[in-house]
């Protein structure tokens, strides 16, 4: 038996930390065999287990509390829970509706209708500007009209051929005469 | 009184009920875990009123963040670090707990509670009072992170792993901390003795 000299005894110095977390029964498998067997072996270590539950116990909390305590405690706790709840500021109350499912939900509906807006609206914006850039009256009845003064542009050719016909055959004419 | 919480509702409904503004089920939470809770900060105070305080506002704090609570450790480790650091907050506050002034008032009522045995002799009461204010004061000297593991394991039974998710640290670092907080308690007994 080893016995400091103050009265509490000392265990091996490499198992004191094992020891002590044997005590609170934190080991299995392996580690607990080899506690259990160096304790079989050391009574140094054995005695020192028995100092922790002789006085580990003593540190131990204060005793129960009646059951009235309790029962007030917990009506105080719903009161105190009622009152933080109806500080809360409107929308705080409202976030639990909002479901974690929820987030990813309205962010793809938000995004498609960004998206579709978007889409509608330069359509849109497409067509008014392609109804603004179309000719003016008077330009459009010209255009329309173009098949008219080719077909002018072709009697003129044809008149000019008739002219110059004529012409060659009053040369020949006069050639012959 | 069932305290609004029925055994076969698990942890996880309440809380999702609770995410979706059922305050209900948040009492629930609070009629499960009020008395552990209660325990915790009177571990750390040793004043009762200072520990109902402490705990009930560790459960509107909890309430208030509900939304933010993932689910990845079970609620009451979650809920526990929020306690737990209430609790060294108020500590901090403090600077000293009032252990001993706490401890003579757990004393006082104790004594009036006891019915005397007669077969223990008057030293030996005098002798076991002694080594529980001696290890009172330890167990307040004890720096936070060491007392905090200490209170959790030994008081309340948490495991390494509960308290090394409720302290955000590492098992290894959890087993350190008791390690050094039975040896530190082991060695204000022998200063005694």
């Known amino acids: 038996m080893t016995q400091n000299r103050k009265g509490l005894r000392s265990a091996c110095k490499e198992f004191e930390e094992d020891l002590v977390l044997y005590y609170y029964g934190e080991w299995g498998g392996a580690e607990l065999a080899r506690v259990e067997g160096h304790l079989k072996e050391c009574v140094a270590c054995e005695q020192f287990l028995e100092d922790l539950r002789a006085f580990l116990p003593l540190t131990a909390g204060p005793k129960e509390q009646p059951k009235t305590f309790w029962d007030s405690y917990f009506k105080e706790m719903q009161e105190k829970l009622e009152v933080f709840e109806n500080r809360r500021p409107w929308w705080k109350r409202l976030l639990p509706v909002f479901q974690p499912w929820a987030v990813p939900v309205l962010g793809a509906a938000l995004v498609v209708i960004i998206a579709l807006s ?4 330069k359509s849109m914006r497409l067509k008014s500007r392609s109804s603004s850039e179309t000719l003016p009256a008077e330009v459009q009845t010209v255009a329309n009209n173009m098949d008219f003064f080719q077909s002018l542009d072709l009697l003129e050719s044809i008149d000019l051929l008739e002219a110059l016909d004529g012409a060659h055959a009053t040369h020949d004419g006069a050639r012959k005469l | 009184m069932d305290y609004g919480s029925p055994s076969n509702v698990r942890d996880e409904e309440l809380v999702a009920l ?3 503004g059922e305050r209900r089920a948040f009492e629930g939470l609070v009629g499960r875990y009020m008395q552990r809770a209660y325990r ?3 571990d750390f105070t040793h004043d009762g009123d200072e520990a109902k305080d402490l705990s009930q506002e560790a ?5 208030s963040q509900i939304n933010h609570f993932d689910g990845r450790s079970a609620f009451y ?3 526990y670090r929020i306690l737990v650091n209430l ?7 403090k600077a000293r707990i009032p252990w001993e002034r706490a401890k003579a008032k757990e004393e006082e009522s104790a004594e009036a509670e006891e019915v005397p045995d007669p077969s223990s002799s008057a030293d030996q009461e005098a002798i076991a009072g002694e080594v529980k204010r001696k290890l009172g004061t330890a167990l307040g000297a004890l720096p936070k992170q060491q007392r905090t593991a200490f209170v959790l394991r030994n008081h309340h039974g948490l495991s390494i792993h509960e308290i090394a998710k409720v302290m955000e640290t590492t098992e290894g670092t959890v087993r350190v901390h008791l390690h050094r907080a039975v040896a530190a308690l082991r060695q204000s007994l022998a200063e005694l003795a």
């Not at chain 1, 978007?118 to 609206?121: A, I, K, N, Q, S």
């Not at chain 2, 609790?87 to 506050?93: A, P, T, V």
């Open chain 2, 59 to 63: 459960f509107l704090r909890a309430f």
């Open chain 2, 18 to 20: 609770c995410q979706r």
């Open chain 2, 87 to 93: 609790c060294l907050d108020y500590h901090r506050r």
């Open chain 2, 77 to 79: 480790t979650w809920f």
């Open chain 2, 40 to 42: 915790i900060a009177l």
């Open chain 1, 118 to 121: 978007l889409t509608f609206t």
